[in-house]
């Protein structure tokens, strides 16, 4: 059973940083893309920032110079370091993992329960 863990949400004033992690656990084979997506209240889900394991990485035009994603495959570990946070990103952060489980030959996709991050003063 492979699953999905977020730590390191709160609160923030303006300004301010957080470091969000995301543990994968379970019989895994390989980790094609490691994500992180955002819902506001009373919003659609939306991508933060993805790299890829060839190591393409996009970011959102709003996080851009902002936050940095990274990824360790060896460690089954992502991280999404956020600085100068703003009131808008303000939301809960869900680490989304595209993975090949032991034994299989197909990728799927997980989601992690979600960490909410609030910035305000």
């Known amino acids: 059973q492979v699953q999905l863990v977020e730590s390191g949400g709160g609160l923030v004033q303006p300004g301010g940083s957080l470091k969000l992690s995301c543990v994968v656990s379970g019989s895994i084979n390989y980790i094609h893309i490691w994500g992180w997506y955002r819902q506001a209240p009373e919003k659609q889900r939306e991508l933060v920032a993805d790299i890829v394991s060839s190591g393409s990485i996009k970011y959102d035009d709003s996080v851009k110079g902002r936050f940095t994603v990274s990824g360790d495959n060896a460690k089954n570990t992502a991280d999404l370091q956020m600085d100068s946070l703003k009131p808008e990103d303000t939301a809960v952060y869900y680490c989304?993992?595209?993975?090949?489980?032991?034994?299989?030959?197909?990728?799927?996709?997980?989601w992690g329960q979600g960490t909410p991050v609030t910035v305000s003063s």
């Open positions: 989304y993992a595209r993975v090949r489980p032991m034994y299989s030959s197909i990728f799927y996709d997980f």
